[in-house]
């Protein structure tokens, strides 16, 4: 395994070492962001027991960003935190929009949903689905 070096203030090498071995500003690395994020925390060792498919996802996903797996999970755990507010759960929402489909019949397929959000950012975009008579 080669060690990583970065230029120092003074123009030297200096040996960067794990986690932040990823981290130094590598024209590759596509969230530099993510570094400062990574060097803020405070860092913990933890034993995760996953399986294999997921582990081999999260070895693939960091090799592609150039990141380590820390990196990755990190950056996961920080999307998950942006759009789901597990403290207090929307159940209002949930039963309005339940109730809604009961009423009408009508929702937008997954299939449907899957093959929209496949196609953004090609330059054949599907229009947002909608609903529909589905069951």
Known sequence: ??????RDERGGL????????????????????????????NLIR???EIDAKTD??????????????????????ALLDSFVNLADPDVAEDRRRLDAYIA???AV???????WVASWDAPDELPRPSPSKIG
């Open 14 to 41: 200096a040996a960067l070492s794990p986690p932040y071995a990823a981290c130094p500003e590598l024209p590759s690395h596509d969230n530099p962001a993510a570094c400062d994020y990574l060097r803020s925390m």
């Open 104 to 106: 009408t019949g009508q």
């Open 1 to 6: 395994m080669s060690t990583m070096t970065r």
């Open 109 to 115: 397929p997954l299939d449907d949903v899957k093959a």
């Open 56 to 77: 081999s996802r999260l070895t693939e996903i960091a090799a592609e960003r150039g990141q380590d797996v820390a990196t990755v999970l990190a950056d996961v755990v």
């Open 46 to 48: 933890r034993t995760l």
